[in-house]
């Protein structure tokens, strides 16, 4: 009796030490899998448009909205045009595949900046290009000389509340 009271014994021991093995390297997996799944990845906009226009021709500006390599289809877009103090904004139509766009005619000269203000999964991104509209010889503003490059201003919102 005593000898099956010890074997009783060493298989009960047997089975919470592995148990508890088990327990361990399954929550090892767990912080693993948690590690790579919450990582979060910010949108990301890019602003489609001609860089050089005619002035009075209809232009089509866009903006692609993605997070990593899935297209968001449920951002709010708007695009400010800007030519020196003056400021117009125009929310953006939903087309496919995230992107949002603009039909816009330039009624003057000059250098514009387009910046598509986006709302997106928490955040507020604000892309920005120049747009030269006819000869740069006629624009007396002083961003002139900028190149028309594409710059990004992030606000995660779920921090600020």
């Known amino acids: ?68 390599e899935e297209f968001v289809d449920d951002a709010d877009v708007e695009f400010e045009i800007k030519r020196n103090e003056e400021s117009e904004k125009i929310t953006a139509n939903s087309k496919d595949k995230g992107k949002y766009t603009i039909d816009y005619t330039f009624k003057s000269d000059g250098q514009y900046e387009i910046i598509a203000h986006t709302n997106a999964e928490g955040y507020h991104i604000m892309p920005s290009m120049q747009i030269q509209v006819g000869d740069s010889d006629t624009d007396s503003s002083p961003k002139q000389d900028e190149k028309s490059e594409t710059s990004e201003h992030h606000h995660d919102h779920e921090e600020e509340q």
């Open 1 to 68: 009796m005593r000898a099956f009271l010890i074997g009783i014994s060493l298989v009960i021991g047997i089975s919470i030490s592995s148990g508890c093995q088990s327990q361990s390297q399954a929550n090892e997996s767990d912080q693993e899998s948690m590690n790579t799944t919450n990582e979060v990845l910010a949108p990301e906009v890019q602003i489609i448009a001609n860089e050089q226009v005619e002035k009075g021709k209809k232009e089509t500006i866009s903006a692609v909205v993605t997070v990593g």
